[in-house]
């Protein structure tokens, strides 16, 4: 199938410009860096730059939206994250599932720093950790469950000035909440289409039919029995990609004069049940599928 155009991505140099000097300016500050992930793209929700960015400092993969993941790429996602030396846990903070072992995984991330501090009688230092993710991977989700209060939301929009903020959780640890987000790899095509499928590029600067068609080729092959459950679809393995969106109209009824199938009601009605899960937990690429780890 053909390239997925996407019109008119608001990133801004100068706004990466700013995240990169911003990150630089506080990492002296954080004991280690968190980044959030989305469990169904761990690859293609990562920032190109982040290791050369942190360099050397200790960090710890969120997965998040663990919820909506495959539990079984989940798991070796975090196996493929621990060979390249970076700790991983699953959380879903809509629910708070796996919230609760962040804290353990930091502690051990930075035993050897601790135990020093310990020695050096240093008890009442806090924790301080850097929190960093793409736009709407979770980052609100994340800090508001582990300060268990609900902040308001403030837009992570170029342009929209925010300062810095430390949030205190309990007694011994503190999160910087960076006002830059970081953004993906969106000049690489897979990337961007995947980022699309789950709804972190905005639907409104994609073509949603070609984005349908596509989200349905790659579940044909990695989860065909989820369209047989949800939409009754069977002998589709020879399908292109608009022959399994007509085909899925079709089963739905969204026919129009004519007895033809509506295609764009066809295509939004996939990827609304796609995003809120209703097709089954799914993630959409491997770590073996990966070549730079
Ligand atoms: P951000 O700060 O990184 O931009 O992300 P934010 O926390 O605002 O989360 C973006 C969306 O993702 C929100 O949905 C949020 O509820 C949802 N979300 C965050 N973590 C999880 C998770 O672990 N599992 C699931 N299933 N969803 C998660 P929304 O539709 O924008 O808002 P709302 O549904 O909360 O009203």
């Known amino acids: 199938m053909s390239e997925l155009t996407i019109r ?3 990133w801004f140099p100068g706004h990466m410009t700013k995240t990169r000097r911003m990150i630089a300016a506080n990492l002296s500050l954080v004991d280690a860096v968190v980044e959030i992930l989305d469990a169904r793209i761990p690859q293609s929700s990562r920032n190109p730059e982040m290791n050369q960015m942190v360099g050397t400092k200790p960090r710890l993969f969120l997965m998040n939206k663990a919820d909506m993941a495959d539990p079984v790429m989940t798991d070796r996602w975090i196996a493929h994250f621990r060979k390249t030396g970076i700790p991983a846990i699953p959380v879903d903070c809509k629910s708070g ?19 020093k501090r310990k020695n050096a009688g240093m008890v009442g230092t806090p924790i301080r950790l850097m929190i960093v993710g793409i736009p709407n991977v979770g980052k609100s989700s994340f800090i508001n469950r582990m300060a268990q209060s609900r902040r308001a939301k403030v837009e992570d929009r170029p342009g929209v000035t925010r300062t810095k903020q430390w949030v205190k959780i309990g007694s011994n640890m503190e999160l910087l909440d960076m006002p830059g987000v970081l953004w993906p790899k969106f000049d690489d095509q897979e990337v961007a289409k995947r980022l699309a499928f789950t709804g972190a590029i905005n639907d409104d600067v994609v073509d949603i039919e070609m984005l349908a068609m596509m989200l349905l080729e790659y579940l044909a092959k990695t989860y065909p029995k989820a369209l047989t459950e949800r939409y009754k679809m069977t002998e589709f393995t020879e399908m292109g990609g608009l022959e399994l969106l007509e085909t899925m109209g079709r089963k739905r009824g969204m026919l129009i004069s004519g007895g033809e199938v ?20 799914m993630t959409l690429e491997s770590p073996e599928e990966q070549a730079d780890g």
């Open 8 to 10: 008119n991505i608001q």
């Open 97 to 115: 599932k796996g919230v609760k072992n962040f804290t353990g995984a930091i502690e051990q991330l930075l035993q050897p720093l601790l135990e």
């Open 262 to 281: 509506n295609i764009e009601r066809a295509a939004i009605t996939l990827l609304d049940e796609y995003r809120s899960g209703k097709l089954g937990r």
